[in-house]
C-alpha cells in the first residue's frame, strides 16, 4: 500500500471531539503513515503537542494570522519559551501555521505583519522551517521572507498563487502544499500548478477538518439541512490519487515522492519516518 504524509491537518479541531481515535485509526487504515498537527494560537499549543506525541504524528507551533487579533507581544514571548523549552522534541518539526490572510477584511495588515516578522524571526532563531497560511498574499510573505533571510524553508500550505510566485517560493527553498482543491474540475489554476510544478515542489495536505474534496462538497441547501463536509486525513490517499493522474504517475509514485518532498521541507519528519513514528504516550 502507498504510504503518505499529511503536512497539514488540525487534529485537534473540535470537529473531531466525538471520534478522534477513530478519525487516526481510518488514516491509517487508508496508508497514512504520517500527520503534521499546526498550532493555530498558545491556547492550542499544549494540544497539539499532546495530540501528536499521543498518536505518533508531528507538530508545529506558531500563530495564525486569523488569531492575531486575539494575541499580544506576550503570546510571542509564549511561543519562544515554547520552542526553547521543546527544542529536543524530535516530534516539534516547524513554526506554524503563521502567515498572512488579506481575503478576510476585518484582519488588520499591520498586526498580520507585525506576527508574520516576529515569527520569522523565531523560525530563524530556532532553525526551523516555517508552514505558511497563504490567502491573497503570496507577494507579501515572499518579501517578508528575503527581509528576513530565513533559509530554513519549509511548506506554502494550500498554495493558490501565480507560477511565478510558486517558483519564487521555490527558489526559496519550500515545498507547496496541494490537497482537496486540487479536485474540484473548475479549480483550473491550482490543477494547472499541481500538474506543471517540478515534481520536487509538491507535498499532500488535508487541511482537514477543512478544503474537503469534491465527493465530500454538500451544496448550500444541503448544508442548511444539516449535512456536513467534515475533512479527515483518511481522505489523502485519494486526493492523492487524483494528483498522480494530473501529473501521469501512479499512486506508488505520488506517494513517494511527496513524502520524499515531505521530507525535506520538514527535516525533523526523517527521523520519525525511519522510526516508524509509533505513539510515545508523552
Avoid at 28 to 33: I, K, L, Q
Avoid at 153 to 168: K, M
Wanted: with cysteine; proline share 5%.
Amino acid at each position: 500500500m502507498p504510504m503518505w504524509i499529511d503536512t497539514h491537518c488540525h487534529l485537534d479541531a473540535g470537529e473531531f471531539d466525538p471520534d478522534r481515535d477513530a478519525v487516526v485509526a481510518r488514516a491509517r487504515a487508508a496508508g497514512v503513515s504520517q500527520v503534521v498537527i499546526p498550532a493555530v494560537s498558545v491556547q492550542n499549543f499544549d494540544t497539539v503537542r499532546r495530540l501528536a506525541h499521543a498518536h505518533g504524528f508531528a507538530y508545529a507551533l506558531g500563530i495564525h494570522p486569523l488569531y492575531v487579533m486575539q494575541a499580544s507581544d506576550e503570546d510571542l514571548q509564549v511561543l519562544d519559551l515554547a520552542l526553547t523549552t521543546h527544542r529536543d522534541d524530535p516530534r516539534l518539526v516547524a513554526i506554524g501555521e503563521i502567515g498572512l490572510d488579506f481575503f478576510v477584511s476585518m484582519l488588520d495588515p499591520a498586526r498580520q505583519q507585525h506576527f508574520y516578522r516576529e515569527q520569522l524571526k523565531l523560525a530563524r532563531r530556532h532553525g526551523l522551517p516555517v508552514i505558511l497560511h497563504v490567502r491573497r498574499s503570496a507577494d507579501q510573505l515572499l518579501a517578508g521572507l528575503r527581509r528576513t533571510g530565513l533559509t530554513t524553508g519549509g511548506i506554502g500550505h494550500a498554495f493558490n498563487g501565480s507560477r511565478q510566485q510558486a517558483d519564487a517560493f521555490l527558489a526559496l527553498g519550500f515545498r507547496l502544499g496541494f490537497g482537496g482543491t486540487l479536485t474540484f474540475d473548475r479549480s483550473l489554476q491550482i490543477r494547472r500548478l499541481a500538474s506543471e510544478l517540478p515534481d520536487t515542489a509538491l507535498v499532500t495536505e488535508t487541511d482537514a477538518p477543512d478544503i474537503p474534496p469534491h465527493w465530500l462538497y454538500k451544496t448550500a441547501e444541503e448544508r442548511a439541512a444539516g449535512a456536513t463536509m467534515r475533512n479527515e486525513p483518511g481522505e489523502l490517499p485519494r486526493i492523492g490519487a487524483d494528483l498522480a493522474a494530473l501529473r501521469g504517475w501512479s499512486a506508488e509514485q505520488a506517494a513517494r515522492i511527496t513524502q520524499a518532498n515531505a521530507l525535506a521541507a520538514l527535516p525533523r519528519l526523517k527521523a520519525l519516518h525511519a522510526a516508524g513514528a509509533p505513539g510515545s504516550g508523552a
